[in-house]
Nanobody, 121 residues
Framework: QVQLVESGGGLVHPGGSLRLSCAAS????????MGWYRQAPGKERELVAR???????NYADSVKGRFTISRDDHRNTVYLQMNSLKPEDTAVYYC???????????????WGQGTLVTVSS
């Protein structure tokens, strides 16, 4: 069984920074996509940023230049550095790992439980 555990959410003032972490555990051979999604109250879940095992990244237009995604494949961990935070960044942030290769089980997709980020003065 593969699990994702997120950390790093919290309350921050506008203009501040936070760093989210998400560690995958289990019998993992490799993970192709690791990423972050968010869901604000009353809105649909949206992609924030995603990174491949080869280091290719893509970002939502609303976070380009402010957020940076990175990963450590030795630790099966993905990070999201969030700078210049705005009130509209307030949401529950979910970690996602897709195309996880698990020996004997094929490809899996797993979601984290979510971590709340609140940007407010």
């Amino acid at each position: 069984q593969v699990q994702l555990v997120e950390s790093g959410g919290g309350l921050v003032h506008p203009g501040g920074s936070l760093r989210l972490s998400c560690a995958a555990s289990g019998r993992i051979f490799s993970i192709y996509y690791m990423g972050w999604y968010r869901q604000a109250p009353g809105k649909e879940r949206e992609l924030v940023a995603r990174i491949t095992s080869g280091g290719e990244t893509n970002y939502a237009d609303s976070v380009k230049g402010r957020f940076t995604i990175s990963r450590d494949d030795h630790r099966n961990t993905v990070y999201l550095q969030m700078n210049s935070l705005k009130p509209e960044d307030t949401a529950v942030y979910y970690c996602n790992a897709d195309q996880i290769v698990v020996p004997g089980e094929g490809f899996l997709e797993v979601w984290g439980q979510g971590t709340l980020v609140t940007v407010s003065s």
